[in-house]
């Protein structure tokens, strides 16, 4: 049974850290601040922060229409169902880009009151204008057909049509480790076994550029498949990131000193989080006011809670 509790639970993610580092105060509004703001009961700063928690924008948004399509291609494969066409992938990526940019400019009211069930455009917001950036509609444009093309000729979507040889595991899902302190979230887009080689696969759909983050990503992957599944060797495990954008997959050979650096990485960003905690049994955060606020103008630009920061 579902349980309203004054605080969340404390977990972590690669995710929950950048946004730590990025931003104390964004760290807080998204992560205590909104806590329960999807409730009737709630106070207005949990709700205004929970609607702007879940604001996206054009890049953001692409990417997560683009991850959800795939996902449901590759059921569809899996359960011998007819998959769209090229073409008809990127009508279908247009259609839902298209219904974002509708609910943004047309909908708002809708958006204000049911804020995970709408789309709400960051650009479209605090432009308080109809139009999108020219070059950000272009840039879109532009990887549309590149990124669906690719996705068709990738080496995993090859290995997923040639079924008979693999075994899948429930994908897009939240799964999480359990250590002493919290529970560590990790979603991965795609998990296989290939019987033949007898190597367990994890891959990460990539719609934008690669980055220095996708290797601790992918060996907090390897952790939790490693514990999961009894995986006694690292060899067994192969992780592909594919770059849909460029059409290139890369994977990495991880070492036990990658699985030893990210474990490392938890413990150190656990004790940095645990400095704005009032009460750690509880995971009641300090007053708002103790989270310093960022001093970038850019990384406040793309920042989803501007009319929180500056009211004026």
């Known amino acids: 049974m579902f349980e309203v509790k004054p605080y969340p639970e404390l977990s972590w993610s690669l995710s929950r850290h950048k946004t ?86 047309k909908k708002e009211h809708l958006w204000m009151n049911r804020p995970k069930h709408y789309t709400m455009l960051h650009e479209i917001y605090y432009s308080q204008t109809d139009t999108l950036p020219e070059a950000k509609v272009r840039k879109i444009t532009d990887r549309l057909q590149k990124t669906v093309a690719n996705f068709h000729s990738s080496k995993t979507f090859t290995d997923v049509r040639n079924k008979e040889q693999m075994k899948f595991m429930e994908s897009e899902t939240f799964r999480f480790l359990k250590t002493d302190e919290a529970k560590v979230y990790i979603v991965m887009d795609l998990v296989y076994k290939d019987l033949d080689n007898e190597k367990w696969i994890i891959v990460d759909w990539k719609t934008g550029k690669s980055s220095d983050e996708d290797r601790n990503q992918l060996a907090l992957y390897a952790l939790y498949l490693r514990h999961e599944h009894g995986i006694e060797s690292l060899d067994d495990i192969i992780i592909r990131n594919e770059y849909l954008v460029d059409g290139t997959h890369v994977e990495h050979l991880l070492t036990e000193q990658d699985l030893i650096n990210v474990q490392h990485l938890y413990q150190i960003s656990m004790e940095q989080m645990k400095l704005y905690l009032e009460d750690t049994g509880k995971n009641e955060p300090l007053p708002i006011e103790q989270f310093p606020m960022q001093d970038d103008p850019r990384v406040c630009a793309r920042c989803n809670y501007q009319e929180l920061c500056f009211p004026s």
């Open 20 to 105: 730590m580092l990025s931003c104390l105060r964004k760290y807080a509004y998204d992560y205590y601040v909104s806590h329960n703001g999807w409730l009737r009961s709630a106070d207005t700063l949990a709700k205004q922060a929970y609607r702007l928690k879940k604001m996206t924008n054009l890049e953001m948004h692409f990417g997560s229409v683009v991850h959800d399509l795939i996902y449901q291609t590759i059921q569809r494969v899996l359960k011998n169902q007819s998959v769209m066409t090229e073409q008809e992938f990127m009508d279908e990526v247009r259609h839902h880009l298209n219904r974002g940019f509708i609910e943004s400019t």
